[in-house]
């Protein structure tokens, strides 16, 4: 899984798959698109106005838990 955001467009992209040819895009709502594979799987999740969508909490960082292992890691997502 890769979370990746692009601040020249304000564009953050949740990818679950490795990289497919096609994919189509079902447009939830005008600030959020879903990416289906061809064998009917999430690719990726779009979010438009991502600064909006995803507020700086935890002190600026991405905080990524895994419940099962109790594991928590902290990646800064400021300079």
């Known amino acids: 899984m890769r979370l990746s955001y692009d601040s020249r467009y304000n564009i953050a992209y949740l990818r679950f798959r490795d990289k497919t040819e096609e994919v ?7 600030s959020l698109n879903v990416d289906i594979a061809p064998d009917g799987t999430v690719y990726g999740i779009e979010l438009l106005n991502a600064n909006e969508q995803l507020p700086v909490y935890d002190g600026g960082k991405l905080v ?3 419940e099962s ?3 928590r890691t902290e990646i800064p997502l400021t300079g």
């Open 64 to 66: 990524v838990v895994s």
């Open 24 to 30: 189509e895009t079902i447009r939830v709502s005008d």
């Open 69 to 71: 292992h109790h594991d």
